[in-house]
C-alpha cells in the first residue's frame, strides 16, 4: 500500500519508473 500511495504523490510516469527500476526508485 505504501508503494500504491508513493505511486499516487509521483504520478504515473513515476509509477512506471518504479516499476522498471524499484531501486531508482528507491533511491529517489
Known sequence: QVL???ANK???T???E???D???G???
Open 4 to 6: 500504491l500511495e508513493a
Open 14 to 16: 513515476g509509477a512506471e
Open 18 to 20: 518504479l516499476l522498471n
Open 26 to 28: 528507491l533511491a529517489e
Open 10 to 12: 509521483v504520478g504515473i
Open 22 to 24: 524499484p531501486n531508482k
